[in-house]
Each structure stands twice: as structure tokens, then as C-alpha cells.
């Protein structure tokens, strides 16, 4: 398993954008495909971004698509999510998650296809 911290969140009004990282320790981390999810009050969490450990493949929930990026840096251990026109909706808890490939292949949408998990970090954004 990795270890994973999240940063970057923040306060950003609507329209404005926001990158978070996600920085992992523990094993080689370019072996893990890794996801971005979030939850909002009284929500379900819900999938948003993953990404292959390459980074070759990658695939977004449609509510993301064509205004959140993410990436890796597997010389700095690091996926980021780079977020544009961001919405009230977009308002949510996001959390890095990440698991062991044995293939360059995305892990999954699903929170079952991720045993590592970061805190979490908080993204408002104001209407």
C-alpha cells in the first residue's frame, strides 16, 4: 500500500480554477493507477478522474470532462488534478486513491477498485 496526501484545496469562486496534488510514499508509485473522487454534503462519494501509471490512459466522469485534467509525475511521486470552470456543484470533500496495476490500465470508477486512500482535501466553490 501507499500513503497518500491530498493539498490544493481551497475558497474559489465560480468560473475560477484550482489544481490539487496528491503525494504518495511508500511503495513504487509508478506501479498504481490512481483516482480522483469526491463527496459533497449528503452525498454519495463519487468518481471523478483516473489515471493509468503511466499516465497514457485516463478517464473522467462526464460531469468533469473537458474542464479537469489529470496527471502524474512518477519522478516526484505525484498525481495532480487540474480543475477549470469550476461550479457550486463541483463543491465537494476530493480524495486521491490509489492501487496496485498490473497492467498500464485505469483501476476502476468504483471506490472498491482502490484500496489506498488520502484524507481528503476540501474544494468550495462560491456561486
Known amino acids: 500500500q501507499v500513503q497518500l496526501v491530498e493539498s490544493g484545496g481551497g475558497l474559489v469562486q465560480t468560473g475560477g ?30 468518481f471523478v478522474a483516473a489515471i ?8 473522467y466522469a462526464d460531469s468533469v470532462k473537458g474542464r479537469f485534467t489529470i496527471s502524474r509525475d512518477n519522478v516526484k511521486n505525484a498525481v495532480y488534478l487540474q480543475m ?13 486513491a490509489a492501487e496496485y496495476a498490473y497492467r498500464d490500465y485505469v483501476a ?7 484500496g489506498s486512500w488520502g484524507q481528503g482535501t476540501q474544494v468550495t466553490v462560491s456561486s
Open 84 to 96: 477549470n470552470s469550476l461550479n457550486p456543484e463541483d463543491t465537494a470533500v476530493y480524495y486521491c
Open 108 to 114: 476502476g470508477t468504483r471506490e472498491a477498485s482502490f
Open 52 to 59: 493509468s501509471w503511466s499516465g497514457g490512459r485516463t478517464y
Open 17 to 46: 480554477s484550482l489544481r490539487l496534488s496528491c503525494a504518495a510514499s511508500g511503495r513504487i508509485f509508478s506501479s498504481y493507477s490512481v483516482g480522483w473522487f469526491r463527496q459533497a454534503p449528503g452525498k454519495e462519494r463519487e
